[in-house]
């Protein structure tokens, strides 16, 4: 079984500024990873993933992540937010080729001030 | 990546009345997900609907309560019955399917039980 666990539930920041939102998991097995964001009163929108190869992953709207598999770790950073930046952030875990059974963290709400 | 709709988008129901939550995908999928965030919280799957078969729950969800059809490859329907206030929540159907190892969200449905 998996497990994820998002250190921060909220992330104030201002705007231009740097952020990094953390994730941490627990598997037996091997995973993949997945960031997805939720913003106000809409549905989940995949931002990045990781299946397998470089551990460093690009996603949309300028956001990368990286996989660090000895500190069973995969942050969210990005390098300036914006005020459109303001979300929740959930990250996910599945067991490779379990072809579903996504876990979810508890979600980190990013706030970007002016 | 699929487009998913969900109707209705949101509702305000009595307690002890039925409501059913219809997901429509524009292409064939193997597999749909049925998730609950209830309100503050992540994402809680409730059960996978493959085509087909019946529903697989999740540990604290049963059929009685959450029935789910999946009558073809694009569409599932979720019914939460007899309906109490904690069942507040949105409700948000995904798709994935065999050796697809990313599951995409539809915009969810936000249900409120006075």
């Known amino acids: 079984a998996q497990s994820v666990t998002q250190l921060d539930s909220q992330v104030p920041v201002f705007e231009e500024a740097p952020v990094e939102l953390r994730c941490n998991y627990s598997?037996?097995?091997?995973?993949?990873l997945f960031w997805y964001v939720q913003y106000p009163n809409q549905g989940l929108q995949l931002l990045l993933k990781?299946?397998?190869?470089?551990?460093l992953v690009k996603g949309i709207n300028g956001f990368e992540a990286e996989f660090n598999k000895s500190q069973t770790s995969f942050h969210l950073r990005k390098p300036s937010v914006h005020i459109s930046d303001t979300a929740e952030y959930f990250c996910?875990?599945?067991?490779?080729?379990?072809?579903?059974?996504?876990?979810f963290g508890k979600g980190t709400k990013l706030s970007v001030k002016p | 990546s699929a487009v998913i709709s969900q109707k209705p988008s949101r509702d305000i129901c009595q307690r002890g009345t039925s409501l059913t939550i219809q997901c429509q995908v524009d292409?064939?999928?193997?597999?749909m997900f049925w998730y609950r965030q209830q309100p503050g919280q992540s994402l809680t799957l409730i059960a996978t609907?493959?085509?087909?078969?019946?529903?697989?729950?999740e540990s604290g969800f049963v059929i009685d309560k959450f029935p789910i059809s999946r009558p073809n490859l694009t569409f599932s329907t979720l019914t939460v019955s007899n309906m109490s206030p904690e069942d507040s929540s949105i409700y948000l159907c995904?798709?994935?399917?065999?050796?697809?190892?990313?599951?995409?969200f539809g915009p969810g449905t936000r249900l409120l039980v006075l």
């Open positions: 996910a875990v599945s067991g490779a080729g379990s072809q579903g059974n996504l876990i």
């Open positions: 292409s064939q999928v193997t597999m």
């Open positions: 598997s037996s097995v091997s995973v993949y």
């Open positions: 609907a493959n085509q087909g078969s019946e529903a697989t729950y």
């Open positions: 995904s798709v994935g399917g065999v050796g697809v190892e990313t599951q995409y």
């Open positions: 990781y299946l397998s190869g470089s551990t």
